[in-house]
């Protein structure tokens, strides 16, 4: 099958062409920071707008990159949730219209089964990790581990309490003065600081337990920023003082969840999934155990229409559809969703 894949839950406009024989055809996204910037995080009605603005022409490219006609898909995949509903109506809306009009079945996405999915888009088939394994999920207001028994059956194990790992990342980061979006301009400035200078608490680690909780360890880099002479070199270390204490506790959790799943494998996706030193300690975390850990891309770690149009597929060819209505979910629990 040849599958429209459309993903606007938030703040990214993003459309690919997948095709189930031939893999990933063509993919394109358009990002919104230069708009939201000036207000310092997403704005609903003016991400919604820009949605409206943006998709078609990123359809027009995309169909025309992948060296296909529109008449030849087969299908059209969009995220249906969670995200902005505003943002959601804009997807669900191009989509369910294409697919009327184009007469093939279209079908909602999960926003973070498309993430979780999305290390299966390995062009080798051997590299593809195939369930049972792990997921930890960070992307976005999501921090979860997920338990993924078959595709389309999943169990969670943990999440976060309060704010998401990307959450802290982006917070912690304005409140040291760093530009919107803070978590990319965090970790890079981590790059140059020293490690250990300034040491924060890996968050419930020191319990039993698989969930998160990261606003204690925003609020101790707080106090640390506020009481130090805030110079670059000090601003350099604490971000690496935090990102040390994120990357940590997420390891950490992540072998709890491989030790209560049974499993060697993991899959990380998400946004926070293409920070250089979270790879680089969960790889050494799955070496130790003789498993292995597998990642997206880094150019699909961040919302994009190639996972939404991947998801989608498996599910199309499965047999999966629904109806024309124009529907969204922008709360939707994951483990609600049936196997494929």
Not at 47 to 72: F, N, Y
Request: proline residues 6%; hydrophobic residues 45%.
């Amino acid at each position: 099958m040849k599958v429209l894949g459309i993903e606007t839950s938030c703040d990214e406009t993003g459309v690919a062409v997948y095709d189930t024989a031939a893999g990933l055809r063509a993919h394109a996204v358009y990002s919104q920071i230069e708009l939201h910037a000036q207000y310092g995080g997403v704005v609903p009605e003016l991400a919604s707008r820009d949605h409206v603005r943006k998709l078609l022409p990123l359809i027009r490219q995309t169909l025309a990159e992948s060296g296909m006609g529109i008449d030849e898909l087969d299908g059209v995949a969009y995220t249906a949730g969670p995200g902005l509903v505003g943002a959601l109506l804009v997807g669900a809306g191009v989509a369910r219209s294409l697919a009327w009009a184009l007469d093939v079945p279209a079908i909602g996405v999960h926003h973070m089964e498309g993430h979780l999915l999305a290390p299966l888009m390995e062009d080798d088939p051997r590299g593809r990790p195939q369930p049972p394994f792990v997921a930890l999920l960070v992307s976005g207001g999501h921090t979860q581990l997920v338990a993924v028994d078959a595709i389309g059956q999943y169990r969670l194990l943990g999440e976060t309490l309060d704010d998401a790992a990307g959450e802290a990342f982006d917070k912690t980061a304005k409140l040291m003065g760093l530009p919107y979006p803070g978590g990319p301009q965090l970790a890079a400035l981590a790059e140059h600081g020293r490690p250990g200078v300034f040491k924060f608490a890996r968050p419930m680690t020191d319990r039993p337990g698989l969930d998160f909780s990261f606003s204690g360890l925003k609020t101790q880099v707080l106090l640390a920023w506020q009481n130090s002479d805030r110079s670059d070199a000090t601003r350099a270390n604490i971000a690496r003082g935090f990102e040390d204490a994120v990357v940590d506790t997420l390891a950490i959790k992540c072998e709890r969840a491989l030790d209560a799943a049974g499993c060697g494998t993991l899959v990380v996706a998400g946004g926070v999934g293409a920070n250089r030193r979270l790879r680089a300690k969960l790889a050494q975390m799955a070496e130790r155990r003789g498993g292995r850990v597998s990642f997206p891309p880094p150019a699909l770690c961040t919302d994009n229409g190639a996972m939404i149009a991947f998801a989608g597929a498996l599910r199309l060819q499965a047999g999966q559809h629904e109806d024309a209505s124009v529907k969204v979910t922008p709360r939707w629990d994951m483990e609600t969703l049936t196997a494929v």
